[in-house]
């Protein structure tokens, strides 16, 4: 009953709800992996990081052949910034469904984190012979491929965009592969026609409002203007000899290459594109 209940409730929108109703099955009977990988796709998407992952390993430790929680789990773990260890969960659900076209993408999207360009095309080729009609998909291998005119991929694509019944996600994705197949084949016009036909359509998705842009900015100064910090105040930490460097700048601007170049320095250590910051703001502005 607990279960179900906390699946009405998360289709009703109410988390909070939800995630107790999922505890109190597991407190039940904690050898439930279908309430472990409920619960654990719910708190993958309030962030709470470490605590799915743990729900994901007892499901896939109660229920070995769960392909969906080990594909959940590898998610899980990329957006931890552990992409090596979510290309192992990704590859054993794959083991256990081979047909499974979402753990196929997302392999080939972790194999490209890690720079392994080769392993990445075959992923997500791979896809695309499962569902050839995946848009994101030929999105993400658009990314990855120099087009020529006898590509078989491009007939394959023009085929779909010509389709009626595409949702808006899945057109936008096809926009921005089409961009990339026409910029290879160096017909502009077409190029800049499908882009802006996908740059309109991916602004709708955004539902941006200035007003709100607003208000959260201003939260966020506020956050930081007083001493010690709502944040400082909120953590529990012990003072640090490390002394961490920002790299801060705009999309494409150079500042990956810049981390690079400093953590090449053997007493400096990259880490990459840290979330952890984020994750704290936007849990403080929950709260306020």
């Not at 194999?111 to 992923?123: H, I, N, P, Y």
């Not at 740059?199 to 956050?223: A, C, G, K, P, V």
Request: glycine share 4%; with cysteine; net charge negative.
């Amino acid at each position: 009953v607990c279960y179900n209940l906390g699946i009405t409730l998360r289709e009703l929108g109410q988390v909070d709800d939800a995630i107790s109703s999922y505890e109190k099955a597991l407190s039940i009977k904690h050898a439930y992996p279908n309430a472990h990988n409920n619960l654990g796709n719910i708190l993958l998407e309030l962030r709470q990081l470490d605590t799915a992952v743990d729900h994901f390993e007892w499901a896939v430790a109660y229920r070995p052949d769960f392909a969906e929680a080990y594909n959940n789990l590898g998610i899980t773990l990329r957006a931890l910034g552990q992409p090596d260890a979510a290309v192992k969960h990704y590859e054993k659900a794959l083991a256990i469904k081979p047909d499974y076209v979402q753990a196929q993408n997302n392999l080939g999207n972790a194999f490209k984190e890690l720079g392994e360009q080769d392993a990445a095309v075959k992923s997500f080729e791979k896809a695309l012979a499962i569902q050839p009609d995946y848009a994101e998909v030929h999105h993400n291998l658009s990314t990855l491929k120099k087009y020529t005119a006898s590509d078989a991929q491009i007939t394959k694509m023009q085929s779909l965009f010509s389709t009626s019944d595409l949702s808006q996600p899945a057109r936008t994705h096809l926009c921005f592969a089409l961009a990339k197949v026409y910029e290879d084949l160096g017909k502009q016009d077409e190029l800049f026609k499908v882009l802006h036909e996908g740059n309109q359509l991916r602004r709708q998705e955004f539902n941006y409002s200035l007003d709100m842009s607003q208000n959260y900015h201003s939260t966020i100064r506020n956050l930081f203007s007083s001493s010690p910090t709502v944040i400082e105040k909120s953590l529990s930490y012990e003072a640090s000899t490390i002394r961490p460097v920002f790299i801060v700048g705009m999309l494409r601007s150079g500042t990956s290459l810049v981390e690079q170049i400093i953590a090449s320095h053997h007493a400096v250590y990259g880490a990459g594109e840290l979330r952890t910051l984020t994750d704290i703001i936007t849990q403080q502005l929950k709260d306020h």
